[in-house]
Nanobody, 121 residues
Framework: QVQLVESGGGLVQAGGSLRLSCAAS????????MGWYRQAPGKQREMVAHITSTGSTNYADSVKGRFTISRDNAKNTVYLQMNSLKPEDTAVYYC???????????????WGQGTQVTVSL
């Protein structure tokens, strides 16, 4: 199986920055894509950013120019640098990994437990 552990959430004032990290561990065979989703109270979970194993990135329009996703393939870790944070960025941020394990050759989406990001005025 694959486990994802997020870190780096917290409380920050509007205009500030945070950096989220997500480390994948377990019997990982291959990682196709890793990224971040977020879910605000009363709203559906939405994609924030993704990065593929080759480095291609994709961002939600609402975070383009403010957030940067990066990846350390050697450490199976993905990062999300969040700058110019706004109150509307407040949400629980979830890491996801589209990957497969040595015990299951099918690619699946694995999820982390989530980390809270709160942006105050």
């Amino acid at each position: 199986q694959v486990q994802l552990v997020e870190s780096g959430g917290g409380l920050v004032q509007a205009g500030g920055s945070l950096r989220l990290s997500c480390a994948a561990s377990g019997s990982i065979r291959s990682i196709n894509r890793m990224g971040w989703y977020r879910q605000a109270p009363g709203k559906q979970r939405e994609m924030v950013a993704h990065i593929t194993s080759t480095g291609s990135t994709n961002y939600a329009d609402s975070v383009k120019g403010r957030f940067t996703i990066s990846r350390d393939n050697a450490k199976n870790t993905v990062y999300l640098q969040m700058n110019s944070l706004k109150p509307e960025d407040t949400a629980v941020y979830y890491c996801d990994c589209y990957c497969n394990s040595w015990s299951d050759s099918d690619y699946r989406v694995y999820w982390g437990q989530g980390t809270q990001v709160t942006v105050s005025l």
